[in-house]
């Protein structure tokens, strides 16, 4: 059964329709990708899975279950973390106290104090600045901190959207490499990507989108290798 | 010597805390000796002032809802106290009851007025919240008709003064040569219910609601994301900063024997506001120092016309003029020079570790 599926899905901003008609589905401990041009309407559909949009039409299933009208606040608590674009860290709490925002809905303390612990080990960078206030930090440290904040909550399903932007080539191998493999760990990963080819190489599957509609689906090896998707998307 | 070995024996902090007590012991005796009545009632004012800007910092500091009518929830706890303990309705019920009604009523109120702002930040927020100050404060002016409940304009009078059987807090007794009079008692009343809302303060602000707060401030989808109920959580922050007002404003009637709307302007909103941004939005002991310096300082500028007539022999400006623009003028230097406020939070000053903090295992009341 897959963990998450979307049939149909339709949202509107104002007067505009930015997702028509969008279905796809993510299997447990699966690494998917949606890409597509700007404005196609990937991170709109990753705030209607968090919970943040308004759903004109469709359905959401998470874990078999419908959740078309289950606030964000609540999907959290069913396994939904999402990575928001531009990582918003809150700037004037301390690395720390993001982290601990994170597990906001958790209340087993020593394990929360265990992932701290696996997460301050897992991005060193963190440790180093558990008490500065997280405004301070780096680009690339603020999205490490993003994605260990998300992972906090330990959820099932973890929605990044655009974990690369604004960041040094390198800094984003790292994360990209760190996501792997916290998706090893049993995390299930939907990942939206402005950067095609790097979305393909970290992920198994992959969705096309293209005004608001799934255009190309497949693996991602296959599409990598699709003469349309390298025209449009890979520019080669 | 034996004093020396004393600081040891106590440590520094301990040490200065002792001191601190001592001086905030005998400050209104030594006001009352040496500058006249006047400034033990200033002082108790700033008290009063304090505990407004500590309640605002919980709504402006902590969770960044810019409230502009924060005033009107000092005037329902006024007014509550005013109208249950005078003889308005010949009612005089016991301040131990009456005082913590009134900080319920207000939070109720903070509710009423945070329910439909919730979708408003920033500019909006404000206007709204304003329009929410003016509305109560013409809500008191005009509740004497048909039914006289407030008694409009002239306000309530001969309000009861904190009294429990035959003692009361209005009486002037003489004690070892040393007259102590209302406004000492009404010092120390003060000073314990400032130094109790600073402690609970401080508390918030290190507790799970408290960082709750301040991720509504800094991003709401984000906060969102982590799975807060947003709407909730200002609420609670509504409530909670103006049940701080209502308290004060139990306690303001008590100590005036008198309330009426005029109290209760859009400039008390504003003045608490400049406290709460001029001593470091967020962080508890810069906003009591905001609120102390800017109870203070206009009390201080009034001797502007005596130093006037000393130094020039002639009052060439007025003290009343001169008053409001050096005191427009500090405020605009002030920001300038720390953009941030007089005593801004310090980083990570509200870091902890789940082990070792102060939040309850609220789980468990949340599954019942």
């Known amino acids: 059964m897959s963990l998450l599926k979307v049939e149909g899905l339709q949202v509107h901003y104002g007067g505009i329709q930015a997702l028509k008609a969008i279905n796809f589905e993510v299997k447990q401990g699966e690494r998917v990708a949606l890409i597509g041009a700007n404005g196609a309407g990937k991170t709109t559909t990753l705030k209607a899975i968090a919970g943040l949009l308004k759903l004109q039409q469709g359905h959401i299933f998470f874990n078999g279950n419908a959740i078309d009208n289950t606030p964000a606040h609540a999907r959290v608590g069913l396994g939904i973390a999402l990575v928001p674009e531009g990582r918003g860290v809150f700037a004037h709490l301390t690395v720390a106290d993001n982290l601990l925002m994170g597990a906001y809905l958790r209340h087993d303390r020593t394990n929360i104090r265990s992932d701290l612990e696996r997460y301050y080990a897992l991005f060193p960078r963190l440790a180093q ?13 603020q999205q490490m901190l993003a994605i260990a904040r998300a992972l906090m909550s330990r959820p099932r399903l ?35 990507e402005q950067n095609a080819k790097l979305a393909l190489q970290t992920c198994e599957r992959a969705y096309v989108l293209d005004e608001g509609l799934v255009s190309l689906s497949g693996a991602a090896n296959d599409l990598l290798k699709d003469p349309k998707v390298i025209h449009a998307y890979l520019g080669a | 010597m034996l004093l020396v070995s004393k600081c040891h024996f106590l440590g520094h902090k301990k040490l200065l805390g002792l001191i601190l007590c ?3 012991f005998a400050l209104p005796f030594l006001l009352d000796q040496y500058l006249g009545r006047a400034w033990v009632r200033i002082i108790d004012f700033a008290l009063l002032f304090s505990l407004l800007a500590l309640g605002l910092n919980i709504v402006v500091g902590y969770a960044g809802l810019l409230d502009l009518g924060y005033i009107a929830f000092f005037a329902v706890g006024a007014y509550c106290y005013g109208l249950l303990c005078s003889p308005q309705f010949g009612l005089h019920w016991p301040f131990w009851f009456v005082l913590p009604l009134g900080a319920l009523l ?37 509740l004497n008709h048909p039914v006289n409940i407030t008694n409009g304009a002239q306000g309530i009078t001969l309000i009861d003064p904190l009294q429990w059987q035959s003692i009361s807090l209005a009486q002037t007794i003489h004690w070892g040569g040393i007259e102590i009079a209302p406004v000492h008692y ?38 969102a994301c982590m799975g807060l109920n947003t709407r909730n959580i200002k609420l609670t922050a509504f409530a909670m900063g103006a049940s701080f007002g209502g308290l004060a404003g139990g306690l303001f009637a008590a100590f005036q024997g008198f309330i009426s709307p005029e109290s209760f302007t859009l400039t008390d909103s504003i003045m608490v506001l400049c406290m709460v941004v001029l001593g470091g939005m967020g962080h508890v002991s810069g906003v009591v120092l905001g609120a102390i310096l800017l109870s203070v300082l206009p009390e201080i500028l009034r001797y502007a016309g005596p130093l006037q007539m000393t130094l020039l022999h002639r009052v060439w400006v007025d003290p009343s003029d001169l008053r409001m623009l050096l005191f427009g003028l500090a405020l605009i230097v002030m920001m300038l020079l720390r953009p941030k406020g007089l005593w801004p939070a310090k980083h990570g000053a509200s870091t902890n570790a789940p082990s070792e903090n102060t939040e309850p295992p609220a789980k468990n009341a949340q599954h019942g």
């Open chain 2, 22 to 24: 001592i001086v905030l």
């Open chain 1, 158 to 192: 973890l929605l990044l959207d655009e974990p690369s932007m604004g960041l040094a080539p390198l800094i984003v191998k790292q994360i990209f490499n760190t996501l792997i493999e916290i998706t090893q760990e049993g995390v299930t990963l939907l990942l939206v």
């Open chain 2, 186 to 223: 009404y010092y120390f009343v003060f000073l314990f219910c400032t130094m109790f809302m600073l402690v609970v303060s401080s508390r918030l602000e290190r507790s799970r609601i408290g960082r709750a707060w301040m991720a509504i401030r800094e991003d709401e989808v984000a906060a």
């Open chain 1, 129 to 141: 600045r558990q008490k500065q206030w997280a405004g301070t930090l780096s680009g690339g440290e």
């Open chain 2, 106 to 142: 207000a939070g109720l109120f903070g509710i009423v007025l945070g329910a439909p702002t919730l979708k408003l930040r920033g500019d909006y927020l404000a206007i709204v919240t304003l329009g929410f100050g003016e509305i109560i404060r013409i809500f008191l002016n005009n």
